[in-house]
Structures are given as C-alpha cells and as structure tokens.
C-alpha cells in the first residue's frame, strides 16, 4: 500500500460532507491515494480518472464486490467485454439523443410545469421532495412502462435499492431491503415487458426475464438518483449564487449551461468503483490485482489542470461540458440526455411560474459519500406574484 499518510487520515465524515479541501490535497500531492476507510486506492486527478473509466480490461466492474451487482444482481453497470454490450445496447440505443428528444421532450416540460404550477400558489416549497423527486420518478415510470405504480411505490423501491448499495459502499451490511426491492419490481416489469411499447418491450427479445429485472433496478434507482440530485443541486447553486441566477432569469439560453456547471461542481454520482484486473502501477501507486480503485468524479471535475477557478459556479464557464459527471468510457451513462432535459425542464418552469424563488432560510450544501445532493431545499416566493401555468 501507499506509505503516505494523506489518504490513511481521511474519515467518512469528511469524505461524506465537504470533501472538496481534501480532495484538492490529493489531487495535488498523491492523486492515487490508498485510503484505508474506503479499503481501496482514490483516484483524484482528472486525465487519471479518465484512463482508469476507459480501460476496461485493466480496471474492470466486473467484480462479486461491486455493491450494486450485491443487491440487483448482474447488469450493463456490473458487467464488461460482449456481455455488458449485450445488456447496454437494447437500453443504450432506445436513449439516444434524437429519440429522448422526440419521445419525452412534451412529457417532461409538461410534468414539471404541472409540479411547479400547482406548488405556485402555496408561496413555499422543499425543492428535492417537492419536485425533484416526483419529476424523476415521474419519468422514470414513463420510461420504463411503470405507468400503473403509485410513486410512493416507485419511491420506496429506489429508497431500499440505493440506502442498501450505499451501506454496502461504506463496508456496512445491507438491509435487504435493496434486495425485497428488486423482486417486487420485478413482478412489474414483467408485466410491463409483455404488454406495452416501451424500454422494456424493446429488451425483451435481447434478455433474459432476470436480467431485465436487474437493468431495469439500475436505470430506475440511477435515473431517479441522478435527476433527483441534479436538479436539487442546480437549484442550490443557482440560489446561493444570485448573481448567476440572474445571469440565467435575464438569458434564458445559459439555462442549459447552468446545469452543466452545477454537474461540474457536484456530481449526483460522485465516484464510480472500478477493480484492478492486475498488479499496475498507477501515477506511483503500487496497485495490486483485486485492489479497489475508486475514480472520484467529485474530485476530477474540479481539477484546476482543467476548470481554472475550479470552485467558482460560473454559468459562463466555456468548458463546462467537459465535467466527467456522466463518467466515460464503455460505461458512461446512457440516461444522460434525459436526466439534463429533467433538469432544464424543471429550471425553465420554475422561473416561469415562481419568478421570485429564494431560500427559505439557510441551508447545508450537497453530501453524501456515493450519491451527493442537499438532504433538503426549502424555498419560498410571493404566490401573488405567480404566474399561470397558461
């Protein structure tokens, strides 16, 4: 292991709260770091990160370890070589840019102006319950044919999926709760599967009944996870930074870079587990076949190398876009033109229909070790002031 002491002094806590000092430290200093709480090597520099989510055949996911594969079982998340390319491509080409435009564009911007409108008049709203969540679930549903289910439903089964992969991230066992989650999914998605158009219906013909199970728990928990924290922190950012908010109230085309550079900053996802296949040698860490290597997308999207200022939320910032918030490689996230139309769709109605959105009070910032996001945003606005949703 490293003979530094960096990463042999970090803490959960700090790694969960405000990691970006020490991450900066280690990006600097020793950008692969055994970190001892982690029980694996943190990779913190941004081309680094990069070469470790592209090779595949040195850093594998394909691992009995990989919590998410724990509790859903084999997916395109868990799986490399044809494999995963056998259980991405049904889903992957479904998502493209051109279809998610073409099929959900209406559906999106229609939820979350519904969302938004109905909140308009009460003068006060909780940003992640309110709307970021029921807009993710809410497309989720649609997406993979879950029509019929209540979203309370949908909720709980997301609740019991990513608390159990985040207890198994933190070396804790899980409740099974992940795992009663998967079967009652199930049930529904076969059904889904053999009676409608969709996502489902499309994988079929390509997969087993359990594996679709398991590829459709990943991209329901990561599709509600990932829109849910995106929009919550976009709008967090926005709200903390007035000065940029009204940059994007009096343009309304920097929206879209808004939501990038809020990705840059704190990523839904803030790291991505990946196993070494081999003894290699990593920027001078000696790294061991079977260690752990964590690429943290938290700490690549600030690299100064790269983002100048890299604290700094600036909707003007012209390279924004190439924030690894999405990850790269073979197993870059097929959802993320859907999860930026969420995102945006939710930002637009908001301004339209809340025009004096503001904190309620003072608020912590995005945390959590895996999946980062404000636990809570209250904010409140004039309802007299509102405009109609027509």
Known sequence: MSSSLLGEALTLEQLSTDPHPYLARLRSEEPVSWVSVLDGWL??????????????????????????????????????GPEHRRHRDPFAGALLHAQVRDRFTDRVNQKARRLVGDLAPLGRAEIRRDLAGPLAVAVVSAALDLVEVEVGTVLDWYEGIVGDVDRLSRGEPATGAGREAVIQLGE???????????????????????????????????????????????????????????????????????????????PAAGRVDRYSTRDIDLAGAPIRKGDLVIVSLTAANRDPETF???????????????????????????????????????????????????????????TGLVFRKPQSLPVQWDPRTHTSQT
């Open 43 to 80: 990779v913190t520099r941004r081309d680094l990160c990069i070469q470790v989510m592209r090779d595949a055949e040195a850093f594998t996911v394909d691992d009995p370890r990989f919590s998410t594969a724990q509790v859903v079982g084999p997916s395109m998340l868990s799986l490399d």
């Open 188 to 266: 529904q998605v076969s059904k889904s599967a053999a009676t409608r158009t969709g996502l489902l219906a499309a994988a079929r013909s390509e997969l087993t009944s359990k594996e679709l199970i398991s590829n459709a728990a990943v991209m329901m928990f990561g599709g509600i996870e990932t829109s849910e924290g995106m929009t919550t922190s976009l709008f967090w950012h926005l709200l903390t930074n007035p000065e940029q908010l009204e940059l994007v109230r009096n343009d309304r085309s920097l929206g879209r870079q808004a939501v990038e550079e809020s990705l840059r900053l704190e």
């Open 308 to 366: 100048p200022h890299p604290d700094r939320f600036d909707v003007l910032r012209p390279n924004a876009r190439a924030h690894l918030a999405f990850a790269q490689g073979p197993h870059a996230c097929i959802g993320i033109h859907l999860a930026k139309m969420e995102t945006l769709a939710a930002l637009n109605a908001v301004l339209d229909l809340w025009p004096a959105v503001r904190l309620d009070r003072t608020n912590e910032g995005p």
